[in-house]
């Protein structure tokens, strides 16, 4: 069973700087585990940031490319630096993981897994102030 704590969110200025962090716990791994980053404003949707395959290879969002760039340690930490805050960044942030699977890495993938298991964490809020 996996799970995961979200933390080093924060309270910035537009045009800031944070990096977020997530510990994962039980038999995971982040080096063998396809991993991704959601944020949510509350009565919205959640919608996906970024994900990171086994192989490294990552994707982003298209409101967050170029700005933000997701990372894990081999061994039980996933990261999400985000650069060049704008305040329609402001969210909840949560992490995902899912099991080595023979297919892509998506945020689809992700939020059916996190649903699934009930795998959500309790997440780490931004605020980013203009």
């Known amino acids: 069973q996996v799970h995961v704590v979200e933390s080093g969110g924060g309270s910035v200025q537009a045009g800031g700087t944070l990096r977020l962090s997530c510990t994962t716990s039980?038999?995971?791994?982040?080096?063998?585990?396809?991993m991704g980053w959601f944020r949510q404003v509350p009565g919205k949707d959640r919608e996906g940031v970024a994900t990171?395959?086994?192989?490294?290879?990552t994707r982003y969002s298209d409101s967050v490319k170029g700005r933000f760039t997701i990372s894990k340690d081999a061994e039980q930490t996933l990261y999400l630096q985000m650069n060049s805050l704008e305040p329609e960044d402001s969210a909840i942030y949560y992490c995902?993981?899912?099991?080595?699977?023979?297919?892509?890495?998506?945020?689809?993938?992700?939020?059916?897994?996190?649903?699934?298991?009930?795998?959500w964490g309790r997440g780490t809020q931004v605020i980013v102030s203009s």
């Open positions: 995902a993981a899912d099991a080595p699977r023979d297919s892509p890495c998506t945020f689809f993938r992700l939020a059916v897994a996190a649903g699934l298991h009930n795998t």
């Open positions: 990171i395959d086994t192989d490294g290879s």
């Open positions: 039980g038999v995971v791994y982040t080096r063998d585990y396809c």
